[in-house]
């Protein structure tokens, strides 16, 4: 019998966006660029300040660089210049608010988001607020500008408010400054350490590190507060990945119960769990899909009870423009 011959294997084809170097120096070279608007000019905070900041960017993204070319704990070295571009510009601009009171570069979400505990730390509602009698009214966005639209809705989910509020009861309860963009620190260090853990090849994690936290649509610094869902959704990945179920869906449902962008993911994982967990255990399949739905329900039943309308007007009509104020 003669011997077959095997055909070549084609070669693997090798998605652009999936490589590491690629990732590293698209994502950096924005994040750089925007690092350098805000910081490098001098024009929010010191010169000085912003040049040693950019030196520090600069040389953890050679570091970085080298990490990844010499296949050295390149993931170590990209913690570092994440570090580097988004807990260090974040930190210096709390301090800088802490010592000059000016919330500076601070994102409206998240200003309106401390005004938004402070109601309910006296006792109000947040929704159907009229956010132009507080000192939203004197940011540096709104100040110059005629009435925003946004200083009459709080369009965020109570989650949002809920999760920062303990730290800023013990602030105040102990005359200390508080900022919420610290406990979005958390959040952005809860995401990054669920990114790492993931049973992923070591590149696709490197290029999902770059693209949550390099992207400066994000920007984390300023306090946009996506990474709270966002944080959720990857928790969400790695429990499924365990095999730990229940804590997927409540960790997809908390995702959902910051931001309804979630629910689409929400579904994705709804299918997994039923495929997962099959036909032959209906109740308990339920009992899991019921934590997609428990942290929404905890969080925005008794505010949408407090007050439906305010509720609704706030977080649907308002964005979905069919409010007078929108």
Known sequence: MRPTIAAPAKPRRRLTLFRPAY??????????????????????????????????????A???????????RPLVALALFLAMAVALPLLILVAYRMKTGVPILMHDGAYQTEEAIRFVLSG???????YSRTSMRLWHWYVNTPLDPSLFHYVYYPATFLLP??????????????????????AIGVGGWALWAMPWRWEWRYV?????????????????N????????????????????????????????????????AILIAVAIVRRCGGRR?????????????????????????????????????????????
């Open 124 to 130: 109000q509602n947040p929704y159907g607020r009229d």
């Open 282 to 326: 209906p109740l308990r399949t339920a009992g899991i899909l019921a934590g997609l739905a428990v942290p929404a329900a905890l969080t925005i039943g008794p505010f949408f009870l407090w007050n439906p309308a305010a509720f609704w007007a706030d977080t649907v009509a308002f964005v979905a423009g069919t409010d007078p104020h929108s």
């Open 23 to 60: 990732a590293l120096l698209a994502f950096g070279a924005l994040t750089a660029g925007s690092t350098w608007l805000w910081f490098g000019q001098g024009l929010f905070i010191p010169r000085l300040a912003g040049l040693l900041l950019m030196g520090g960017l600069g040389l953890s």
């Open 226 to 265: 996506d990474i709270l869902w966002l944080a959720g959704i990857t928790l969400g990945l790695l429990a499924f990945s365990r095999g730990r179920l229940r804590l997927a869906a409540l960790a997809f449902g908390a995702a959902l119960a910051f931001k309804p962008f979630a629910v689409f993911f």
């Open 208 to 224: 999902a590190l770059c693209a949550l936290f390099l992207d400066p649509l994000f920007y984390f610094p300023q306090g946009r």
């Open 62 to 72: 050679a570091g970085a660089a080298v990490a990844l070319l010499r296949r050295r």
């Open 165 to 186: 509020l303990p730290f800023a009861a013990l602030s105040f309860a102990l005359h200390l400054p508080f900022d919420v963009r610290l406990v979005w620190l958390g």
